[in-house]
């Protein structure tokens, strides 16, 4: 016995470290898994992809029975929004519900005015929670500066957070959930095309979710119609070789704009004179304004690119939603080329219904500032995005007298077109300082700077100090820039070579962007919004 005792204590021993060891995996794992605000969880990074693969296994598994198919995507989207979002789950899934109901109820509604009842109540909730966590600080902080008060917005999201499930928000600040205006917006278009009679509403509950919280575009759009893609739920999901390979290429070209071009001038220089304009002459903070025009739309399109590409590889044909916008010969032009989804939003749901251009030529010109002025306030809680879509809407009403006295579009000459751009461009640019800059008084100095320290003294050594940043900016423009003929030739050539070639250059571009990329995670730009 007594030979026995030390190695049965030896074996006990052992075994508590090994369920030591297994407890510290299970943590390990459940750490992995579980949302944590301090890991960024996006297209650009490596536990995205190992995510995205156990999609597009299951995927593969359960494509041919439909209803297993989309319980899978809708589950996985929903975990997708958990990484992303936290708790800020159970305001989609309230979204979700309450649009899927009121839907329901504004189509068996007899009469007009239950119609209208049940929709106002959809758009009165849905609204009422976006303009809750984006506008009340704003609100508060204008009426406290109005009339002198000390009114405090109480996020009331993060003390029930705090409460039940014992996490550590500050409740004095209103944290704002990650796409809310995305899918609000595109919860929004569902309500107003069933009350329209444009379509019929969908009677399960579990395939409404999946349309609403599809993981690509969730969190930053395009907007997606129901119209558009209720339909493509119900057929085979098929996927030709030539989809396949435009879908890989999408999602390479995405991560390109975004990784090599957005990431490293943005960490390289933008950011840096945004922050503090005086620091940096008229030249540099010139150079910054027309460097954020390209990363905003390497960033944001970038986005686009992989969330269309990502659900191109699973059957799904999402909307375009960038259509080289610098090359808008007007302004007009250049909102049907950027964020084209948003624009056609804002143009049936908004514009139309006050009355579009049907009520002459003044209430036109209003009717496109309200538009402008709203989607501007889409944007941010920020009197600086009021004056960029002030701004915007002051040039499309400019536009449209153009347009009006002349009768007659620009572009028709090489000329034209070519100054159209020009002139498009610079307004576009212009007005990009009052979107990126922090404050009101920031936008004035970087304007200031341009328009009364403009010489940086020896123009060369600014070049050479940002020289990778500089050779990015004019290499990136130059890609945007070339004929549709140019960029569909390499785009066909991609997706008809071999299927090894193209993992081959994906794994050129992968290893490329490793080496290249940012220390920090960068966010992309349009999930603050």
């Keep these: 016995m007594t030979a026995e005792a030390p190695a049965a204590v030896g074996d006990e021993d052992a075994t508590r470290r090994e369920r030591a060891d297994?407890?510290?995996?299970?943590?390990?794992?459940?750490?992995?898994?579980?949302?944590?605000?301090?890991?960024?969880?996006?297209?650009?990074?490596?536990?995205?992809?190992?995510?995205?693969?156990?999609?597009?296994?299951?995927?593969?598994?359960?494509?041919?029975?439909?209803?297993?198919?989309?319980?899978?995507?809708?589950?996985?989207?929903?975990?997708?929004?958990?990484?992303?979002?936290?708790?800020?789950i159970i305001l989609l899934l309230l979204t979700t519900i309450l649009t899927w109901l009121t839907a329901i109820l504004t189509e068996r509604a007899e009469r007009k005015a239950g119609k209208r009842f049940w929709l106002i109540?959809?758009?009165?909730?849905?609204?009422?929670?976006?303009?809750?966590?984006?506008?009340?600080?704003?609100?508060?902080?204008?009426?406290?500066?109005?009339?002198?008060?000390?009114?405090v917005a109480r996020d009331i999201f993060s003390s029930w957070s705090n409460t039940l499930f014992g996490t550590s928000f500050d409740v004095n600040t209103i944290i704002l959930p990650v796409g809310i205006s995305f899918f609000t917006f595109q919860a929004l278009s569902y309500s107003i095309d069933v009350y329209r009679g444009r379509m019929i509403p969908e009677r399960n509950i579990a395939d409404f979710s999946f349309y609403l919280t599809f993981f690509p575009q969730l969190v930053a759009g395009p907007i997606v119609r129901a119209s558009e893609f209720i339909p493509q739920m119900k057929g085979e999901y098929t996927i030709s070789r030539n989809e396949f390979g435009y879908g890989l290429f999408l999602i390479l070209q995405g991560l390109v704009k975004k990784m090599l071009i957005s990431d490293f001038i943005s960490a390289g220089f933008i950011d840096r004179v945004f922050d503090a304009p005086a620091l940096y002459s008229g030249f540099e903070n010139l150079l910054a304004v027309y460097g954020y025009g390209l990363q905003i739309y390497c960033d944001f399109s970038g986005y686009t690119d992989i969330a269309i590409g990502v659900a191109m590889l699973m059957g799904f044909r999402l909307p375009l939603n960038f259509n080289s916008p610098y090359k808008a010969v007007s302004i007009s032009d250049f909102w049907k080329r950027w964020h084209i989804s948003l624009s056609r939003w804002l143009k049936d749901y908004l514009y139309i219904p006050l009355g579009g251009n049907r009520k002459g030529t003044i209430r036109t010109g209003i009717n496109l500032m309200i538009t402008m002025l709203l989607g501007g306030l889409w944007h941010g809680a920020a009197t600086r995005f009021v004056v960029w879509g002030g701004l915007h809407g002051i040039a499309l009403v400019a536009d449209k007298i153009r347009m009006h006295l002349f009768r007659r579009s620009p572009g028709k000459s090489r000329a034209a077109r070519i100054t159209g751009i020009f002139l498009t461009f610079n307004f576009v640019s212009f007005a990009w300082i009052f979107f990126r800059a922090g404050t009101m008084e920031d936008a004035g100095v970087m304007l200031t700077q341009i328009f009364s320290s403009f010489t940086p003294g020896?123009?060369?050594?600014?070049?050479?100090?940002?020289?990778?940043?500089?050779?990015?900016?004019?290499?990136?423009?130059?890609?945007?820039?070339?004929?549709?003929?140019?960029?569909?030739a390499y785009r066909g050539l991609f997706i008809r070579i071999p299927l090894v070639f193209k993992f081959l250059i994906a794994a050129v571009i992968a290893v490329l962007l490793y080496k290249v990329g940012t220390d920090v995670v960068q966010p992309f730009i349009y999930f603050r919004f």
């Excluded at 009340?136 to 009114?151: D, M, R, V």
């Excluded at 020896?458 to 960029?487: C, D, E």
């Design 22 to 88: 297994w407890k510290d995996r299970f943590r390990n794992v459940r750490s992995l898994l579980s949302y944590n605000p301090g890991q960024t969880f996006i297209f650009t990074t490596f536990s995205f992809w190992i995510f995205f693969l156990v999609v597009m296994a299951g995927f593969a598994l359960m494509h041919r029975k439909r209803a297993m198919c989309h319980t899978w995507l809708l589950l996985v989207s929903l975990y997708f929004y958990y990484r992303v979002g936290g708790l800020f």
């Design 121 to 151: 109540t959809n758009i009165i909730l849905l609204l009422g929670f976006l303009s809750y966590f984006k506008y009340a600080g704003f609100i508060t902080e204008s009426i406290n500066s109005l009339f002198n008060t000390s009114l």
């Design 458 to 488: 020896n123009y060369a050594t600014v070049l050479m100090a940002y020289l990778p940043v500089v050779v990015l900016i004019v290499s990136g423009y130059i890609m945007h820039f070339l004929p549709v003929t140019v960029k569909e």
